[in-house]
């Protein structure tokens, strides 16, 4: 892991697309503002690892699930 010190105001730079500046620290809080591509996805880590454990269980779904879901709202039976 890179490990940056940075002041107020002052900005990281990542590739050439990305910047990550420090708009404010408050105790033991930074605000940061991020300037990146519109079409860039960018979590918290917290929402980011959701995001990933609800990707997980849909992609675990199984057929059998779907047809029993449809059988139980009393949709098309097997013949």
């Known amino acids: ?9 002052e900005v990281v730079t990542i590739g050439d697309s990305i ?12 605000r940061l503002g991020i ?3 519109g079409d860039m996805r960018i979590y918290r880590e917290e929402i980011y690892l959701k995001v990933q454990r609800e990707n997980q269980l849909a992609a675990d779904w199984a057929l059998g699930d779907l047809e029993n879901a449809v059988n139980f709202m009393g949709g098309v039976t097997k013949e």
């Open 19 to 30: 910047r990550i500046k420090v708009v404010e620290m408050k105790g033991n809080q930074v």
């Open 35 to 37: 300037e990146a591509p």
């Open 1 to 9: 892991m890179l490990v940056l010190t940075r002041k107020m105001g």
